[in-house]
């Protein structure tokens, strides 16, 4: 079993930055496709950017430029660095492993950004 577990958010004016982090139970790095995902009320929950073994990188259109993802394999940890938010990228985000070698996915219980003047 992986354990995933988000922080980070918070409420930041547009044009800030936030850092979030998502804390894995276990190394699980080079067996998965780590992934942040968002979530707004009413809304379908959308791919953000994800991150896999090698540290290859892929990016929504909306956050490209702006987003970075990033992983500590030492610290099992999966960073993404959030740079001139705007009102737009306020939504619940979600850190997901996905183990295809195990075909398992993991979630983690979500973190708040709201991004308001």
């Known amino acids: 079993q992986v354990q995933l577990v988000e922080s980070g958010g918070g409420l930041v004016q547009p044009g800030g930055s936030l850092r979030l982090s998502c804390a894995a139970s276990r190394s699980i790095f080079s067996v998965a496709v780590m992934g942040w995902y968002r979530q707004v009320p009413g809304k379908e929950r959308e791919l953000v950017a994800t991150f896999t073994n090698g540290g290859r990188t892929d990016y929504a259109d909306s956050v490209k430029g702006r987003f970075t993802v990033s992983g500590d394999n030492a610290k099992n940890t999966l960073y993404l660095q959030m740079n001139s938010l705007k009102p737009e990228d306020t939504a619940v985000y979600y850190c997901?492993?996905?183990?295809?070698?195990?075909?398992?996915?993991?979630w983690g219980p979500g973190t708040q950004v709201t991004v308001s003047s």
């Open positions: 997901r492993a996905d183990l295809g070698v195990y075909r398992v996915i993991y």
